[in-house]
C-alpha cells in the first residue's frame, strides 16, 4: 500500500490465501490470512473475497470481508461496498467497480492473470473529489 495523506506510512502484507468453488459452483471464494507491517505495527490481517457471475446482467458481482486487527487496539473491519466487474478475456482482466452510496468513496480494482499460476493485480480508492486516499498493488503465486 503506497504512503497517503491518511496513512503515511508505507504498508506491506504477506497473505496465504486458499480459493475454492462454494454454492453448487456458482461462487468463488478466496479466504486469505497474513501478516502486514505498517511503519513499525505488526498487523494481523484476513480477508474474504466472494465472486460470482450474474447471468442476466451479464457481468460479475463482488464483496470483500476484511479485518485487520492492531496490537493494543480493537482493529479495524469492513465491508468493501459490493462492486460490478466485467472481464477482458483478450488481457486476461478482471475490473472491479465499487461505490460506497454514503461516503461516494468509489474502489477500483484490476486483475490479470499472467498464467494459471500468476497473477498480479492493483486497487485505487477514491474520494468524490478524485483524490487518491488508498492505491495498492500486489502478485500473487500459486503454491504446488
Known amino acids: 500500500v503506497k504512503p497517503s495523506r491518511q496513512n503515511p506510512r508505507r504498508h506491506k502484507a504477506l497473505y496465504i490465501s486458499s480459493v475454492r468453488w462454494s454454492l453448487n459452483d456458482r ?3 478466496c479466504e486469505a490470512r497474513g501478516e502486514g507491517i505498517d511503519g ?18 451479464k457481468r460479475y458481482s463482488s464483496t470483500v470481508f476484511w479485518s485487520n ?17 466485467t472481464w477482458d ?3 486476461q482482466m478482471l475490473t472491479i ?33 478524485g483524490n487518491v486516499i488508498v492505491e495498492m498493488t500486489g502478485v500473487a503465486k500459486r503454491r504446488k
Open 89 to 91: 478475456e483478450k488481457e
Open 40 to 57: 513499525d505495527l505488526k498487523v494481523a490481517e484476513e480477508f474474504m473475497w466472494i465472486i460470482t457471475f450474474d447471468r442476466e446482467a
Open 69 to 85: 486487527a492492531i496490537p493494543g487496539t480493537t482493529g479495524a473491519w469492513g465491508i468493501v461496498p459490493s462492486g460490478v466487474g
Open 97 to 129: 467497480r465499487a461505490e460506497d452510496k454514503v461516503t461516494g468513496l468509489v474502489t477500483l480494482s484490476v486483475t490479470q492473470w499472467i498464467d494459471k499460476d500468476n497473477h498480479r493485480w492493483v486497487q485505487s480508492m477514491t474520494e468524490k473529489n
Open 27 to 29: 461462487f468463488l471464494r
